[in-house]
């Protein structure tokens, strides 16, 4: 099964209001988690990412919080905007050390959540 | 730059019949990768590449080719169309093995089996 999952399948919100977009995961080998987002027609883009040893990191409108007591993970979006409407996907990493040196990384998807921006 | 390119944007293919699904990144990035995307889930690793002669199989192989002769090519190749394959595909290329954060995605294929 799936080791990565997101409690809500679709978000709608107001233009102006601020999202939350949740997003769980079960291994708690994952070393790196990062949000896409995807637009109709699109591949994914990247938005934002955190290490595990962070619980919060920042970007431009967006916040990442993890708390890995409860493997947990949100995406925050402050001030969404119609432009903000696609689907979101949270992706858990795990990296795998090569014998020989360098690594390899492996990600895993959530299945995603649909964020529809009413005007 | 051009990133991350796929060809073709959509194809129709019989089950049984083969074909190449090409993907091609012209930013020198050494980690190229497929995946499918299907209704409702989210993206499966099918194969990957840590660099050029190097590749290695993902979460769903079965059905699927794939060679990194070049840096910038990482073709996917399906040897025997079958409805279960029907698909968006998407390539993604990153700067390094150990930096998934540098993931760029092309703009997809989509497939359909009949």
């Known amino acids: 099964g799936e080791s990565v999952g997101l409690h809500l399948p679709t978000l709608s919100v107001q233009e102006g209001d601020n999202s939350i977009i949740n997003c769980a995961y079960s291994?708690?080998?994952?070393?790196?988690f990062i949000w896409y987002k995807q637009e109709s027609g699109k591949g994914p883009q990247f938005i934002i990412d955190?290490?595990?040893?962070?619980d919060k990191r920042q970007g431009q409108r967006v916040t990442v919080l993890l708390n890995k007591t409860v493997k947990h993970l949100s995406l925050q979006i402050a001030a969404t905007q119609p432009g903000d409407s696609a689907v979101y996907f949270c992706a858990e990493n795990i990296t795998e050390w090569r014998l020989g040196g360098g690594s390899n990384y492996k990600l895993t998807f959530g299945k995603g959540t649909l964020l529809t921006v009413n005007p | 730059n051009a990133g991350v390119t796929q060809t073709p944007k959509f194809q129709v293919l019989k089950t049984g019949q083969s074909m190449t699904l090409q993907c091609a990144q012209d930013m020198n990035h050494e980690y190229m990768s497929w995946y499918r995307q299907d209704p409702g889930m989210g993206l499966r690793l099918i194969h990957y590449?840590?660099?050029?002669?190097?590749?290695d199989q993902g979460e769903v192989p079965n059905g699927y080719n794939v060679s990194r002769s070049t840096t910038e090519d990482f073709p996917l190749r399906l040897l025997s169309a079958a409805p279960s394959q029907t698909s968006v595909y998407f390539c993604?290329?990153?700067?390094?093995?150990?930096?998934?954060?540098?993931?760029?995605f092309g703009p997809g294929t989509r497939l359909t089996v009949l």
């Open positions: 590449s840590v660099g050029a002669g190097i590749t």
């Open positions: 291994n708690s080998a994952s070393d790196y």
């Open positions: 993604a290329s990153s700067s390094k093995a150990g930096g998934p954060d540098t993931q760029y």
């Open positions: 955190i290490r595990s040893n962070m």
